[in-house]
């Protein structure tokens, strides 16, 4: 042979191409023939490879059902997630919703089966970057970004939760089929909101936003009681029509007199404006925002499929969670007229 290439430097095995095609050649033409001669053997040669295949598979499966409930202590996950039972991420739904209070709410009333709650204190870290292309490369652009991400310890709470890892990123890794924002139906809640779907925007966590793995809770803000019986009712506009919807006289949005009818209109309901979800006992949030019969869920969705081929989304996020004060106040100057409820 001109030119033997070995599998280390003892050449105790020959690993040269042309030799291995040879050597399998003849091996399975003998091994063949004798199987063939000695068939109780070769009964027990498969059943030996059958019984290694389901061990593999057992030891496979129980490494993916530690894998939940192991990983989390590896990553120093703070023991505030209520995990769900469920082993794997079909069918799972992580809630992420604000402070303790409204934490303690949703863990009581969830199903454990297949419902996780993740409570995170306070407003999270703006993690806007601007693209950096004018002072360097994406890679450049992409370290940024996750270091600033990484510099909130609620932002690492919530990617170990996720399960998907931050430079590592592998959404097939991902550990729950649905992740629920969960806010209150307030200004603040609001502003969390916005804060989370801005840190889901990034890259490399937008591809869980494009494989539609995000949603948005709508939890009511009114509970409004007539007759003992109660109706849940998610924003002011809502509230308003319903006034009209119930009420024995009818009169146009707008009209004089409008105001002073819907307020004689309040006064006879008995209304109940919730100040957040800690206020809600647990089973009004089982049926108003948990429960996947009544529930109402918003879908995040990029308006063109992808982040990349998204410009206006990105051209308005820029804009809003920016750090160029000017653009923003140019926006709120042009949208000024457009707003129908300002909660202040």
Same mark, same amino acid.
């Given at each position: ?262 307020? !004689?209109? +309040?006064?006879? $309901?008995?209304? /109940?404006?919730? =100040? *957040?979800?800690? %206020?809600?006992?647990? @089973? ?8 996947? !019969?009544? +529930?109402?869920? $918003?879908?995040? /969705?990029?308006? =063109? *499929?992808?982040? %990349?081929?998204?410009? @206006? ?32």
């Amino acid at each position: 042979m001109p030119d033997p290439k070995f599998s280390s430097q003892t050449k105790d095995k020959l690993v040269s191409s042309e030799i291995r095609l040879i050597v399998e050649s003849i091996i399975n033409d003998k091994v063949s023939t004798w199987f063939d001669q000695n068939p109780s053997v070769a009964k027990n040669v498969l059943e030996k490879i059958t019984q290694a295949a389901v061990a593999r598979d057992v030891a496979r499966k129980a490494r993916d059902s530690v894998r939940r409930k192991g990983s989390f202590e590896l990553s120093g996950l703070p023991g505030k997630l209520a995990d769900c039972q469920i082993q794997k991420r079909e069918g799972t739904e992580l809630f992420i919703v604000e402070g303790d209070s409204a934490g303690g709410s949703a863990k009581q009333g969830r199903v454990r089966e297949f419902q996780a709650v993740l409570p995170l204190r306070g407003k999270i870290l703006n993690t806007f970057v601007s693209n950096a292309k004018k002072n360097g490369s994406e890679n450049e652009y992409q370290n940024k970004a996750l270091a600033k991400m990484m510099s909130s310890n609620e932002i690492v709470t919530l990617i170990n939760a996720l399960g998907t890892g931050s430079k590592d990123f592998n959404v097939e890794n991902l550990r729950y089929d649905k992740i629920v924002i969960m806010t209150d139906a307030d200004v603040d809640g609001s502003h969390i909101r916005t804060l989370l779907l801005t840190f889901f925007n990034n890259s490399p966590f937008n591809q869980l936003i494009e494989n539609g793995h995000l949603y948005l809770a709508q939890p009511p803000l009114f509970k409004v009681t007539k007759a003992n019986k109660s109706v849940y009712i998610k924003d002011e506009k809502s509230l308003e029509d319903h006034i009209l919807k119930i009420s024995d006289k009818k009169i146009k949005k707008g009209s004089p007199g409008f105001e002073k009818f819907m307020q !004689e209109q +309040r006064e006879k $309901l008995s209304i /109940q404006r919730f =100040k *957040g979800l800690g %206020e809600m006992n647990p @089973e009004e949030l089982w049926q108003t925002t948990l429960n996947p !019969e009544n +529930r109402t869920m $918003l879908k995040v /969705q990029y308006s =063109k *499929g992808t982040k %990349e081929k998204s410009k @206006e989304d990105q051209k308005i996020i820029k804009i809003l969670m920016g750090d160029e004060v000017a653009p923003r106040k140019e926006f709120i100057t042009n949208k000024a007229l457009d707003v129908a409820n300002l909660d202040i």
